[in-house]
């Protein structure tokens, strides 16, 4: 599927109505790819019509619609590799991954970027599982917020230079987003609080991926690190620091290359991975399960996190719209204590599946 064919499908099941695709006509012009502002002159009944037809088309074999179930780790009927799953109207989209092995870690020289991603070893992904196609939303977080009640004012953000502000928020991060976007200004403890709050909603266990499970997500059935060749294609396949962050923030180590954002972009704004996921590298850094430590010495090789008791940092991975190019790639790892919050940082998570 095109990116601006998800776009607009995301647009037309926006949770609030504000937000949805205002007529069937702009869907429709969305949905081809032509200029939002063109009329289609067809009758209103046969563009609804067509409308339905295309969603249909576009969603059969794609898209499963599950029920909120009523036992957890259950087995959906269809639920094999590559299909979307929905436990909820609200929850977010799903991806069932495939089973596989692979070696994770970096080859690289041990400088001070690679050393945190050696050594290099094998790791089974032997349960199913499913991701989320994309980072959580601002929109999908407001509803968790609205249901708990949690407090969380106080985030990092950058305007030339990183800042603790009281009054930032996920609400308020220091630049213009909507629902559409990758929620931000979420500390590890808030991400893990969303995880557990889903799970009593939608009846299935919902966590944060394991370091190891987020790098087989990443690299999606090929050994490279990056899914873009020469540094000026990554706009092409992320929001990443690029020529029109560098306009905004002169000084930028930034990739040879426009992506149109200088901060977050809406999800699915970039085409999906080998495995259907959206937005790994780039947009926002999204926080894993594992506790953080300085390499792979003893890490498991069954794809599980490591955890330990008392545990200060976790370990975020992926990159920003704010990261220099050399640390935007499947392997390098970063961390902050788990009540950190900041403008770059998100998450996604997973569902576990039955065995």
């Not at 050393?115 to 290099?120: E, G, I, L, V, W």
């Not at 499913?130 to 305007?159: H, K, L």
């Not at 706009?235 to 990739?255: I, K, L, Q």
């Not at 900041?342 to 065995?355: D, H, L, N, Q, T």
Request: proline share 5%; with cysteine.
């Amino acid at each position: 599927m095109a990116a601006h064919q998800y776009t607009a499908i995301v647009r037309a099941l926006a949770f609030k109505r504000s937000d949805r695709t205002p007529s069937v006509r702009r869907f429709l012009a969305e949905l081809s790819g032509t200029h939002r502002h063109h009329v289609l002159k067809v009758w209103p009944l046969l563009s609804a019509m067509l409308a339905a037809a295309i969603v249909v088309m576009v969603f059969a074999g794609r898209f499963h619609q599950a029920p909120v179930p009523v036992s957890r780790n259950a087995s959906q009927p269809g639920s094999a590799a590559g299909t979307v799953i929905r436990d909820c109207p609200t929850c977010p989209l799903m991806m069932i991954l495939p089973t596989g092995r692979f070696e994770q870690g970096s080859a690289g020289t041990l400088d001070e970027v690679s050393r945190f991603a050696s050594p290099r070893h094998a790791v089974l992904i032997g349960r199913s599982l499913a991701m989320g196609s994309n980072e959580v939303t601002a929109g999908e977080f407001r509803e968790f917020i609205a249901s708990t009640q949690r407090e969380t004012a106080g985030c990092n953000t950058y305007d030339g230079r990183w800042e603790y502000r009281e009054n930032a928020s996920w609400q308020a991060p220091g630049f213009a987003q909507s629902d559409l976007h990758p929620v931000a200004c979420v500390s590890w403890d808030d991400a893990a609080a969303y995880a557990a709050w889903l799970t009593a909603k939608s009846g299935y266990v919902y966590r944060l991926p394991s370091s190891s499970e987020w790098e087989y997500a990443a690299r999606a059935g090929s050994d490279s690190e990056l899914p873009w060749g020469e540094t000026a294609a990554a706009c092409a396949e992320a929001n990443v620091a690029d020529y029109s962050a560098a306009e905004r923030f002169p000084g930028w180590n930034v990739f040879p290359c426009t992506d149109n954002f200088v901060h977050t972009a809406p999800v699915g704004s970039f085409k999906a991975n080998g495995f259907g996921l959206h937005d790994l590298l780039g947009n926002v850094f999204e926080w894993v399960q594992d506790c953080w430590h300085d390499d792979y010495t003893a890490a498991p090789a069954d794809g599980s996190a490591r955890e330990e008791a008392g545990c200060g940092e976790r370990e975020l991975r992926g990159g920003s719209w704010f990261s220099a190019p050399r640390y935007v790639n499947a392997t390098y790892r970063n961390r902050f204590e788990h009540g950190y919050r900041s403008s770059s940082i998100g998450f996604r998570v997973v569902r576990e599946m039955a065995k």
